[in-house]
């Protein structure tokens, strides 16, 4: 899939990056030189938004200073060299994931993603789409599954499309070792059950939950699987066919591009079946006064001018990525997860949340200090340059069920050293006694 | 340690985060009228629910259940030791010139002679980001005060 994948096994393209490497792909990243109150910044929060290397900026500048036009319509020399930038990043981020161009819809992050596919289905079930799209209609009686540890972005579009059709919305629920309890999504999937959604990753607990066994469950029962990759997709070395989902949503902030990009991946023949959510310019074959006709999947989700410099740019990262090798990032990252969740777990007073070191998570860790209140661990750390997420992380049913209101999460990246991690862990070994809390 | 952290976090308020002076809804006696307001921050989650009591148009009692971070909560606790027994354009007039000072991104240093233990909040309005954890206790009061006025 990648360049770097299908090389021969030559000394340093295996295993988890090095340190010398990782110092060298620091350099690739101007931000990462910042200074935040006179300390080195030691940015943890790539969970939440990743850094830009060079080539995502060069390759934005570069569009809009030789390339900038509309895509898809005029004939002049401009246009058409932005529609070949634009489409390019396409098939470079669609190869990524191990999927085809046609089957890569740009939307502005995995929210709307998401959001898509619901209003699509919600336009099935109101008719749109004709026969085709029945598949995508839901009514009274019919179900939707979710688990507990969803994000709110693949948790409340399906709340919504529960209501507007009268389908009824479950969840699969999480156990207290930060695993969801697949014992109980068997009784849940039942054959009413037409949309199963959820996470690769939990974004809170760094779970990577089971796709496959999930996606057989949802198989039997003939429900279409959908899933939120965004803290996969950067992280670990995707291939939806092998994954074997139905849709695939995630953002391009998250994986080193820009903000204002994202993607749904769908089956060709499931995407080209739905019918349309925005409409306007740019989706459509034929247009009269009363009525239109659809191009074909990813042009009919992807109405108006799009986002073409950030889709040229997230082309850019997803390469980047590529050379980089996502094996050897997935390695390096379980290596920092596991100094984090173990290095914490060692601390007095700290909590860490999901599973045990060693078992499947991504490299982050969030955790509860007792008698410390996430905002001021947050506040304390970024005094010392390091920049770390606090709140509920847009998962609050899930803080609910774990008995917290706010939680400190530490995300890490590619760019991430150990020595970063261990200042990290010394800065927090410090949290309680500047609070007064022992 | 950083004086800039330690500016923010003064000692004064991190004894009132632990105490919590006026924590614990208090039950209404009939004496006065009552108002009540819940505040929540939905970014971090931080919460605060204040029962104002208001008599002969003074502020007999001030009580609340919150949760929060050391500034959202040590900022409830001042205020109660504040604002009880004052009037009501009194307590108003202290939530506005509070306000401004949280409002000021560190360019006004709060009177200590006007806000008394409020003043060691004159830190926070250099991180904009936590203004509205300091201010959370002092919008509830003010709505309060609306409500016990209907």
Not at chain 1, 52 to 79: C, D, I, K, M, T
Not at chain 1, 154 to 172: K, V, Y
Not at chain 1, 263 to 273: F, I, K, P, Q
Not at chain 2, 25 to 43: A, K
């Amino acid at each position: 899939m990648t360049l770097a994948s299908t090389l021969p096994s030559l000394p340093g393209t295996e295993g988890p990056l090095t340190n010398a490497e990782v110092l060298r792909i620091r350099n690739d990243f101007p931000i990462l030189g910042t200074v935040v109150n006179g300390k080195p910044l030691v940015y943890l929060d790539s969970g939440a938004t990743s850094q830009n290397p060079s080539s995502v900026l060069e390759a934005e500048q570069e569009f809009y200073e030789q390339r900038n036009a509309a895509v898809h319509r005029g004939a002049h020399h401009l246009a058409v060299e932005a529609t070949d930038a634009y489409e390019d990043a396409r098939t470079a981020v669609a190869g990524f994931i191990g999927a085809r161009a046609g089957e890569l819809v740009w939307t502005s992050n995995a929210t709307e993603a998401i959001n898509l596919l619901a209003y699509s289905m919600s336009n099935a079930s109101a008719g749109r789409g004709g026969e085709a799209a029945r598949r995508f209609a839901l009514a009274p009686g019919d179900r939707i599954v979710v688990t507990e540890m969803e994000h709110h972005a693949n948790l409340i579009p399906w709340q919504e499309l529960a209501s507007r059709t009268g389908a009824e919305l479950r969840f699969i629920p999480v156990g207290d070792d930060g695993a969801l309890r697949l014992e109980e999504a068997a009784a849940l999937l039942t054959p009413a059950t037409r949309v199963l959604a959820f996470t690769h990753a939990s974004n809170v607990l760094g779970t990577i939950n089971p796709v496959h066994e999930l996606v057989r469950l949802a198989r039997n029962v003939g429900a279409l699987t959908v899933l939120d990759a965004c803290q996969s997709v950067p992280h670990l070395p995707i291939d939806v066919k092998a994954l074997d989902v139905d849709f695939l949503a995630f953002s391009g902030h998250k994986m080193l591009g820009p903000t204002g990009i994202g993607a749904l991946y769908g089956r060709a023949e499931l995407l080209n079946a739905m019918p349309p959510f925005l409409t306007g310019g740019s989706m459509i074959t034929t247009v009269s006064m009363e009525r239109a006709e659809y191009l074909p999947s990813p042009n009919r989700f992807e109405a108006g001018t799009q986002r073409i410099s950030q889709a040229i740019a997230l082309g850019a990262a997803a390469n980047y990525l590529a050379e980089t090798g996502m094996h050897r990032i997935e390695a390096w990252e379980a290596a920092l997860g596991e100094r984090l969740v173990q290095g914490l777990s060692g601390i007095e007073g700290i909590r860490v949340l999901g599973p045990a070191a060693g078992t499947g998570r991504i490299g982050l860790a969030s955790f509860d200090v007792d008698g410390v209140h996430a905002h001021d661990v947050g506040q304390f750390l970024d005094d010392r340059g390091i920049a770390v997420r606090v709140g509920h992380h847009c998962a609050q049913p899930l803080h609910r069920r774990l008995g917290l209101a706010a939680t400190t999460r530490a995300s890490a990246y590619l760019y991430n050293t150990t020595d970063e991690v261990d200042y990290f862990l010394e800065a927090v070994s410090g949290v309680r006694s500047f609070f007064g809390v022992r | 340690m950083s004086s800039n952290l330690e500016q923010l976090y003064q000692q004064i308020i991190l004894d009132h985060a632990k105490e919590r002076h006026g924590a614990g809804l208090l039950e209404h006696d009939g004496e006065g009228i009552v108002g009540e307001s819940h505040q929540l921050n939905p970014v971090c989650g931080d919460e605060i629910t204040l029962r104002a009591v208001v008599k002969d148009g003074g502020l007999r009692s001030v009580s609340w259940d919150g949760a929060g971070c050391a500034i959202s909560m040590a900022s409830a606790s001042v205020l109660t030791d504040l604002m009880v027994g004052l009037r009501r354009d009194e307590v108003i007039a202290l939530v506005d010139t509070f306000r401004e000072v949280m409002r000021s991104r560190g360019k006004l240093e709060a009177d200590e002679e006007v806000l008394g233990d409020a003043a060691a909040f004159s830190g926070v309005s250099r991180y904009p980001a936590r203004v509205k954890c300091a201010m959370l206790a002092w919008v509830a009061l003010e709505e309060s005060l609306l409500a016990a006025n209907h």
